[in-house]
């Protein structure tokens, strides 16, 4: 039989760690119940911006270093 997380939680004696991890853990429920195809498009879209974003700040260095300005 495996301990209740919540009780181990409980046991630290900190009340503030055990609010903000039942938060954290509230917060990330409805996204553990995600089919895995939607985990992996959220991932994929993560991943989208994360490269738009690289490009846009080396734009943003070439536009800031052009003569013309």
């Known amino acids: 039989m ?3 997380p ?5 046991v630290s004696g900190n009340d503030f760690l055990v609010a903000q991890i039942m ?3 509230n917060r990330l429920k409805p996204y553990r119940r995600l089919p ?3 985990r992996k498009r959220i991932a994929q879209t993560l991943s ?3 490269e ?3 490009l846009a700040v080396f734009w943003m260095h070439i ?3 052009s003569p013309a300005r």
Do not use: G, I, M, S
């Open 2 to 4: 495996q301990p209740n």
């Open 6 to 10: 919540t009780c181990l939680y409980r």
């Open 23 to 25: 938060h954290l853990k």
């Open 36 to 38: 895995p195809h939607v």
């Open 48 to 50: 989208e911006q994360f």
């Open 52 to 54: 738009q974003d690289k």
């Open 63 to 65: 536009w800031a270093d």
